[in-house]
Every structure is written in structure tokens, then in C-alpha cells.
């Protein structure tokens, strides 16, 4: 029997057994078909490749730029069809058995750089301290004390906008955190920071959060701060997409680590059970790195360097 009899046997299996949809038949054939296109270029067939061959051939999907997950999705295809070649005894072993799914790259997170959180701090404090009504002026010194915080600590949007007046320790220096799983855990702040928390804590009337407001919880609900730290990056010229709260909060770790601090202690600041998750702002860093190289680099957008060596 040859290959295309052996996929017209596949998937009317598939159909009768299994009841695949016409999608999915439609699906496996094109999968199938541009694999057998692959082995016929290299005089191989369904009976003949082998684990190497697969590996290579998903090497290929890759160098022409097709997406992990599609590529997962024909490597899923040749599985079955090798499965049901085995099951009917046209081949006695199973290339596919060992061979690792590709898998998407992980996703970097977003990232500012220190002079956009700069622009943004910068005209949240200036807006602090406007000349304007009371209420607005109590709106905008509560952004810019979520900001500085955000931004001094790494907390996370829910850590901070639930945090209570008793968080705040020794003279505002330090802050406790209550975080995921109700793990506790002690940051210190910069003075900045400290002089914002304290001139916030004098405008606040007597209670239990340090940003109350009404509603569930009696504390400011993490849709409004991120509703208006976007409107603030609008008005300091930088695209409101690229900008939400847990954007600081990436910002924060990818900062502290391009100026050298040690990956266990933004682990702890961050309050990670495993450093393993911290690890992703390394790569942010690697990133750049790579992308710095290959925008300034001599030879990035030119091969070796002709004429005479000297």
C-alpha cells in the first residue's frame, strides 16, 4: 500500500472509529500530506522515516517560521498516523515515541524603561502638587503614592491597593506585605517613597486602609488604579497599552537586576515561592541584551568585513 493510499486508510479510520469531524480529517490530511512532501524529497516514505527524519523535518517547520503550537499540532498528526501504522502492523516501532512536543517560548513580560517610569512618577508628583480642588488634588496625591509604592516594593496590584494603615512600619521605612497564601513579608522603601506615604497617611481620615474607599473590601479596587495610571501614561506621551499596574510591578524586578541586585532577593521581595518565576525578568534582560547587539553591533546587518585583514 502506498502513502497516499496509507492517509486515505487513516482517516477513514479515523471517521469510522473515532468520529472525527470533517475539520479534523481536513486538518490531519494537509498535516500528513506536506510531511509525505518532505520525506518524497529525500526519496523516504512512511515506511523508511525515522525519529531523526521527524526531528529534522520539524527543524524545517521552524526555519520557515511556523508557530510552536502549529507545529505541535503536525507533529500530533504523525503521531496518531505512526500509532495507527502500528496498530495494523505496516510498521513494527513508533518514531514519534520519544520525540518532545514543541513548545511556545514563554511570553517576556512588558516592560518600561527607567526614564518612561521616570516621566510617569515625575508628572504624578508635579500633579500632586497642583493648585487644585481638594478632591482633585486628593485623587491625584493617591496615584502618585500608589505609583512610587508600585514601583519601591513590586507589590502586586491586589497586595497594594488591600494594604492596611498597620503595613506601614518604623516611620514608613518598611512596609508588610500580605501576599499569596497569606505569606507575610518585609520590604523596605526609599526615602521618596517614605515621604509620599507619610504625606498621604495625614490627609486620611480615621479607619483601617491606607487607601479607603467605599465598595467590597472598604479599600480602592484594583479597575480604578489601573483606569487611572493609563490615563496618566496618556498624558505623559506613552501608549496607555503598554502601561497597567503588574507593568510596574515587571518593571520594578527587570531594573533591579539590570543594576546588579541578586536573584534571590528580588525573589523575596517579590514574594515568589519559586525563583524559578523570578527567572523570567532574566531573560528580559538577555533579551535586550540581544536586541542591543544586533541594532548597534558593526557587523549585525553585514557579513565578514571585506578587504584586507590588518
Same mark, same amino acid.
Request: charged share 25%; net charge positive; aromatic share 6%.
Given at each position: 500500500?502506498? @502513502?497516499?493510499?496509507? $492517509?486515505?486508510?487513516?482517516?477513514?479510520? &479515523?471517521?469510522?472509529?473515532?468520529?472525527?469531524?470533517? +475539520?479534523?480529517?481536513?486538518?490531519?490530511?494537509? @498535516?500528513?500530506?506536506?510531511?509525505?512532501?518532505?520525506?518524497?524529497?529525500?526519496?523516504?516514505?512512511?515506511?523508511?522515516g525515522?525519529? +531523526?527524519? =521527524?526531528?529534522?523535518?520539524?527543524?524545517?517547520?521552524?526555519?520557515?517560521?511556523?508557530?510552536?503550537?502549529?507545529?505541535?499540532?503536525? !507533529?500530533?498528526?504523525?503521531? *496518531?498516523?505512526?500509532?495507527?501504522?502500528?496498530?495494523?502492523?505496516?510498521?513494527? @516501532?513508533?518514531?514519534?515515541?520519544? $520525540?518532545?512536543?514543541?513548545?511556545?517560548?514563554?511570553?517576556?513580560?512588558?516592560v518600561?524603561?527607567?526614564?518612561?517610569?521616570d516621566?510617569?512618577?515625575?508628572?504624578?508628583e508635579?500633579?500632586? +502638587?497642583?493648585? #487644585?480642588?481638594?478632591?482633585?488634588?486628593?485623587s491625584?496625591? %493617591?496615584?502618585?503614592?500608589?505609583?512610587?509604592?508600585?514601583?519601591?516594593?513590586? &507589590?502586586?496590584?491586589?497586595? !497594594?491597593?488591600?494594604?492596611?494603615?498597620?503595613?506601614?512600619?518604623r516611620?514608613?521605612?518598611?512596609?508588610?506585605?500580605?501576599?499569596?497564601?497569606?505569606?507575610?513579608?518585609?520590604?523596605?522603601?526609599?526615602d521618596?517613597? %517614605?515621604?509620599?506615604?507619610?504625606?498621604?497617611?495625614?490627609?486620611?481620615k480615621?479607619?483601617?486602609?491606607?487607601?479607603?474607599?467605599?465598595?467590597?473590601?472598604?479599600?480602592l479596587?484594583? *479597575? #480604578?488604579?489601573?483606569?487611572?495610571l493609563?490615563?496618566l501614561?496618556?498624558?505623559?506621551? =506613552?501608549?496607555?497599552? %503598554?502601561?497597567?499596574?503588574? #507593568?510596574? %510591578?515587571?518593571?520594578?524586578?527587570?531594573?533591579?537586576?539590570?543594576?546588579?541586585? @541578586?536573584?534571590?532577593? #528580588? *525573589?523575596?521581595?517579590?514574594?515568589?515561592?519559586?525563583?524559578?518565576?523570578? *527567572? =523570567?525578568?532574566?531573560?528580559?534582560?538577555?533579551?535586550?541584551?540581544?536586541?542591543?547587539?544586533?541594532?548597534?553591533?558593526?557587523?549585525?546587518?553585514?557579513?565578514?568585513?571585506?578587504?584586507?585583514?590588518?
Open positions: 500500500m502506498n @502513502d497516499i493510499h496509507l $492517509i486515505e486508510s487513516f482517516l477513514e479510520m &479515523m471517521s469510522a472509529e473515532r468520529g472525527a469531524a470533517r +475539520n479534523t480529517l481536513a486538518a490531519y490530511r494537509r @498535516d500528513l500530506e506536506d510531511y509525505r512532501a518532505f520525506l518524497g524529497a529525500r526519496k523516504l516514505d512512511f515506511s523508511t525515522d525519529r +531523526n527524519t =521527524i526531528t529534522h523535518y520539524l527543524d524545517a517547520l521552524k526555519s520557515e517560521g511556523l508557530s510552536a503550537a502549529s507545529s505541535a499540532r503536525r !507533529l500530533s498528526a504523525i503521531r *496518531q498516523f505512526h500509532k495507527f501504522l502500528c496498530a495494523d502492523a505496516i510498521r513494527g @516501532d513508533d518514531p514519534t515515541r520519544i $520525540i518532545a512536543s514543541p513548545r511556545a517560548r514563554r511570553a517576556l513580560p512588558k518600561l524603561s527607567i526614564a518612561e517610569v516621566r510617569l512618577l515625575s508628572l504624578a508635579t500633579e500632586a +502638587n497642583a493648585d #487644585v480642588s481638594p478632591a482633585k488634588k486628593t491625584a496625591l %493617591r496615584l502618585y503614592v500608589l505609583l512610587e509604592l508600585v514601583y519601591a516594593t513590586g &507589590m502586586r496590584v491586589t497586595e !497594594l491597593v488591600g494594604l492596611k494603615r498597620s503595613a506601614v512600619m516611620d514608613a521605612s518598611y512596609l508588610t506585605i500580605i501576599g499569596k497564601g497569606n505569606k507575610e513579608r518585609i520590604v523596605p522603601v526609599n521618596r517613597t %517614605r515621604d509620599a506615604v507619610r504625606a498621604w497617611l495625614t490627609t486620611l480615621p479607619g483601617t486602609m491606607l487607601f479607603p474607599a467605599a465598595g467590597v473590601g472598604g479599600h479596587s484594583r *479597575q #480604578v488604579f489601573a483606569r487611572d493609563k490615563a501614561a496618556g498624558r505623559a506621551g =506613552i501608549s496607555s497599552a %503598554r502601561v497597567a499596574p503588574h #507593568v510596574l %510591578r515587571h518593571a520594578f524586578a527587570s531594573h533591579l537586576l539590570a543594576g546588579g541586585a @541578586d536573584l534571590r532577593v #528580588v *525573589q523575596l521581595l517579590l514574594g515568589h515561592a519559586d525563583i524559578s518565576t523570578t *527567572q =523570567i525578568y532574566t531573560h528580559v534582560l538577555d533579551e535586550k541584551l540581544r536586541t542591543l547587539v544586533e541594532t548597534h553591533h558593526p557587523l549585525a546587518d553585514s557579513g565578514p568585513l571585506s578587504g584586507d585583514a590588518s
